[in-house]
């Protein structure tokens, strides 16, 4: 046993995660094992993809420090409530939080306490109470303030960040985000904490369109699962996020290889003591998804209509919407009234800006396809809103290439040629390299789709583009 239990020791200090997951269970199946040893079983079962195993060992590190350290049973608690509010199971994991609250209310002031309160205000923004969810993250960082835990800190900002960012302080919270980077790669964060904060900064970066930032964070999200070749729960995302990259900046091979990466993951049998198990629905649906669809956008720009249809239909499984590129692939195909049906039913539908940014985008190319110009016009005119409200590089040039569609089709081929240089210059073509790569392109400019550089500092903004006499 002790050699199993020294060999596990080891092995989870070398970040080697799936050889301590072995050690550590076949230690445990000699004798149970206790306090921090059950820690480092979660953990490792957590970082290899063992979502239950890790479940159970948090469970019983818990039961087991309970009555003799009350703080740490909060943070495996803490650990466990993050893990599972990953996979939506709100009701347990809520139920988890109040257990956990009240071992501490005896240590109101201690860093277990910010932990939790991290979770708490979670829920809170869950439900839409963002005041009580604001009051929690200001006891979050007041708690952080003075207390000397780098766990605490890290969420602390992150939190912060996200709170902010939801208010509409883009500017504010990107400053944030970098500072819980920062965290991330100086301060000593469990591996989870880390893996947490990268996949949450990066999807922000996303959220607000601030590629340049994704890009470089992306890079250093690789590097770091590079250094550990057993990590699964984070794997995923970040392929996916360098997938989503590639695409976006034109190399489409490249971007096919990270996605199909995403997909062998998903389907990696536990043939042996501590390999990774099949990835559960609930818990890696989403990277999978986004693989899917990834693979679905290249296929359709490529012109290979088959493997996109198939592509955009395993997305869907997986729980990723199909669209606005299902519509899009409706009109590549020729079927202008379905694809006039389907943006007209995603339109309907509540979005977050950056969604809807991407579906008005499809609605200017479809619309004008289907020769309903009041419509493609409206689309364009709701782009040029969102560019003057979040004047991202990529949604400037986004607004500026649906402004080029509509002069265009107006007869104005000279301001359309004037427009499609300003999407040019805030980056958006350098996806889309010619536009006979993309066979669904009706107006006369390829669509540009790719992500422009989040560092050039050009705020170009698309006109609103005025009626043309006579339109229809």
């Avoid at 996916?240 to 389907?267: K, N």
């Avoid at 789709?449 to 009626?467: F, L």
């Amino acid at each position: 046993m002790l050699n199993f239990l020294d060999r596990g020791r080891q092995a989870f200090a070398q970040r080697a995660w799936k050889e301590a997951y072995a050690q550590l269970s076949s230690a445990d199946a000699h004798a149970l094992l206790e306090g921090r040893d059950l820690e480092m079983m979660a953990t490792a079962a957590y970082l290899i993809g063992n979502d239950e195993a890790s479940e159970t060992a948090w469970t019983r590190a818990y039961e087991w420090l309970r009555t003799r350290d009350r703080r740490r049973a909060a943070r495996c608690a803490f650990w466990l409530v993050l893990q599972l509010l990953a996979i939506g199971d709100w009701a347990r994991g809520g139920g988890w939080l109040s257990t956990a609250e009240r071992l501490l209310d005896e240590d109101a002031e201690c860093p277990e306490r910010g932990l939790l309160l991290v979770l708490v205000a979670r829920t809170y923004a869950k439900r839409g109470d963002l005041d009580a969810a604001s009051d929690a993250f200001t006891r979050v960082a007041a708690l952080a303030r003075t207390s000397d835990d780098p766990e605490l800190r890290a969420f602390s900002l992150l939190a912060r960040a996200q709170a902010t960012a939801r208010r509409g302080g883009s500017a504010a919270a990107m400053g944030l985000f970098d500072e819980a980077m920062v965290a991330v790669t100086t301060d000593p964060l469990s591996p989870i904490s880390a893996g947490v904060i990268y996949c949450a900064v990066i999807e922000a970066c996303y959220d607000i369109l601030d590629v340049g930032r994704a890009r470089e964070w992306t890079a250093a999200l690789s590097r770091w699962c590079a250094d550990q070749p057993d990590l699964l729960p984070f794997r995923g995302h970040c392929l996916v996020y360098r997938a989503e990259t590639m695409r976006l900046s034109g190399d489409w091979s490249g971007a096919i290889a990270q996605a199909r990466q995403v997909c062998a993951i998903a389907s990696q049998p536990a043939s042996e003591p501590g390999a990774p198990v099949p990835l559960d629905h609930r818990t890696r649906a989403y990277p999978i998804g986004a693989a899917f669809y990834e693979m679905a956008e290249i296929h359709r720009m490529r012109g290979e209509f088959g493997d996109a249809e198939e592509a955009y239909r395993q997305a869907h499984l997986y729980g990723r919407s199909p669209e606005p590129g299902l519509a899009l692939l409706r009109l590549a195909q020729g079927r202008v009234d379905a694809a006039e049906a389907a943006i007209r039913r995603i339109d309907s539908q509540r979005q977050k800006w950056v969604v809807r940014a991407g579906m008005l985008s499809a609605s200017v190319d479809i619309m004008l396809a289907a020769q309903v110009r009041p419509a493609a016009r409206d689309a364009a005119d709701e782009l040029a809103v969102l560019a003057e409200g979040m004047p991202a590089p990529y949604l400037c040039a986004l607004s500026a290439q649906a402004s080029g569609a509509i002069l265009l089709a107006d007869g104005k081929p000279r301001d359309a040629l004037e427009a499609r240089r300003m999407a040019r210059v805030a980056g958006a073509g350098r996806s889309v390299r010619s536009g006979a790569r993309s066979r669904r392109d009706r107006t006369g400019l390829a669509p540009a789709r790719g992500w422009g550089s989040g560092r050039t500092g050009i705020r170009s903004r698309a006109p609103r583009v005025p009626a043309a006499r006579g339109s229809a």
